[in-house]
């Protein structure tokens, strides 16, 4: 069943690094670090990856979310987080909103099969199932967190607590 697998991908089983055990133990310090040729900071990571997230569950709940004019809207312009204590509540919002999409991965067929409303004429497109949107989820976090990953090495704070591939 594929909402299995992408339950399986979500949390970093297969071929994926686990998703959430790569931003939960990052320390506040190398969140807002950058590198040469690299426009991101894993603060600007996490905080995108849960603006989509967010963006796309509304679509899925029929909410009609607003699809941002430009993609820097869908960046923060700091590349730390105003305090520690924001840090930690966009890790607790990313684990939560991963549960959420596990939770409606699991959904019966019938769920899943619902199609999503477009916000963006490039969603007319494509096929735009529940199954579909959760799909895109997690290709543009597995595309991040790769970012992520690639950060966290560079900074020395590879492996995660949680576990990664060191070789």
């Not at 603060?43 to 967010?54: A, I, K, S, T």
């Not at 007319?124 to 290709?139: D, E, N, P, T």
Request: proline residues 8%; glycine residues 4%.
């Amino acid at each position: 069943m594929p909402e299995r697998v992408l339950i399986e991908l979500l949390y970093g089983q297969g071929a994926h690094a686990n998703t959430l055990a790569c931003v939960e133990d990052i320390p506040l310090e190398l969140t807002s670090r950058r590198i040469d040729g690299f426009p991101h900071s894993i603060w600007q990571l996490v905080w995108h990856m849960n603006f989509w997230m967010v963006h796309d569950l509304k679509r899925v709940r029929r909410e009609k979310p607003a699809y941002p004019a430009h993609a820097s809207e869908s960046w923060p312009a700091e590349a730390a987080p105003p305090s520690a204590e924001d840090w930690s509540k966009a890790v607790v919002h990313f684990r939560d909103l991963l549960t959420e999409i596990s939770a409606l991965a699991a959904s019966p067929p019938h769920v899943l099969a619902v199609e999503v409303e477009p916000t963006h004429p490039d969603h007319a497109r494509r096929s735009s199932s529940v199954v579909a949107v959760l799909w895109q989820i997690l290709v543009h976090n597995s595309y991040h967190i790769g970012q992520v990953a690639l950060l966290r090495r560079t900074f020395g704070a590879w492996p995660p607590k949680g576990g990664g591939d060191t070789w």
